[in-house]
């Protein structure tokens, strides 16, 4: 096993990832707990009570990196083997219908290859699944975007077989990398930039569609007007998810707190979407902009091998 001679800095912004991604997956996951108060809440800008559980966003998070961690590069077999023994551990993190046949599926020894490709018909998932989890990739690969884009795909294959729900691995991955490199300053920080970078990397389909309207949309538009035009998560698709989360990253890269705030203000399935933002604005931002309240709220990181 050979890792990249840089495989120490990689993993450590690829945990600065991990930590935006889970903190923002957990602080959007509490918003589901009052449904009949949630626009309120937001609009005070309550901070949910501790502590807070984070879903199957965080927990696929986890395996990437700990393959990452391994083996300095996506191998699809050992990454499908650790989704799902992370998955037997505690099946109860909100995953979809669809991931839980694959997953226990690959637990029986089924292969990843043919149990993702059967689900909904053969078509493959074109979730949003692939999407949520990749963002400590992108900073893992975020000196090399053609690398970025590869593994993004492989990353997203061994549960998501359609190439929509590829694609939208892709352009979180991008943007990721891409908010990396503008927090460190080698680029300067734009919004619309990083919208761009993502649309121009992900293969054409209905994502890359939804990247197009993102960047049509005005950055200072009321991000409720955005969710409406976007899509924030209802269907849980790429498509309708991918395109307001990077959004919303977009519209906030210097302020980790702001962008949850809008993120989680499209309602919609605000765990992923906040989970989205909070990989990618948290790489721009820096450590220090994710409040340290929130960083306790958070339930701990399992980072060893559950289960």
């Known amino acids: 096993m050979t890792r990249p001679s840089d495989h120490a800095s990689r993993m450590e912004r690829a945990l600065l990832a991990l930590d935006g991604l889970s903190t923002g997956d957990a602080f959007g ?50 990454l ?7 998955y037997g551990a505690d099946p109860r993190r909100g995953y979809g219908g669809a991931a839980h046949e694959i997953l226990r599926n690959i ?18 998932s074109m979730g949003n699944g692939g999407a949520m989890r990749v963002a400590p990739l992108g900073a893992y690969f975020a000196d090399d975007l053609d690398e970025v884009v590869r593994h993004a795909k492989a990353s997203a294959e061994v549960t998501h077989a359609h190439p929509d729900g590829q694609a939208g691995a892709v352009a979180v991955a991008i943007a990721a990398a891409v908010a990396w490199h503008m927090g ?37 538009n ?30 906030h890269l210097d302020n980790y707190e702001e962008a949850l705030w809008v993120t989680v203000s499209g ?22 902009s994710i409040p340290a309240a929130w960083l306790a709220a958070r339930e701990p990181l399992a980072l060893g091998e559950p289960g």
């Open 29 to 78: 996951e509490r918003f589901f707990v009052h449904p009949d108060h949630v626009e309120r809440l937001i609009g005070d800008r309550a901070v949910p009570a501790a502590p807070w559980g984070y879903t199957d966003d965080t927990v696929m998070a986890l395996g990437i990196v700990e393959v990452l961690d391994r083996h300095g590069k996506i191998d699809q077999d050992v």
């Open 222 to 251: 009321d991000p409720r007007d955005a969710a409406s035009a976007l899509g924030s998560g209802y269907r849980v698709l790429s498509w309708d998810t991918v395109p307001f989360a990077l959004w919303c990253a977009a519209r």
């Open 107 to 124: 637990l029986t020894e089924i292969p990843w290859q043919f149990t993702a490709k059967a689900v909904f018909g053969g078509t493959g």
């Open 267 to 288: 309602l919609g399935d605000r765990d992923t979407t906040c989970a989205m933002a909070g990989g990618v604005v948290a790489l721009s931002a820096g450590r220090a």
């Open 184 to 220: 460190t300053g080698k680029e300067p920080r734009s919004g619309e930039a990083l919208l761009r970078a993502a649309f121009h990397h992900t293969p054409d389909g209905e994502t890359k569609d939804g990247l197009a309207n993102a960047l049509a949309l005005p950055l200072d």
């Open 80 to 86: 499908a083997r650790v989704f799902a023994r992370r």
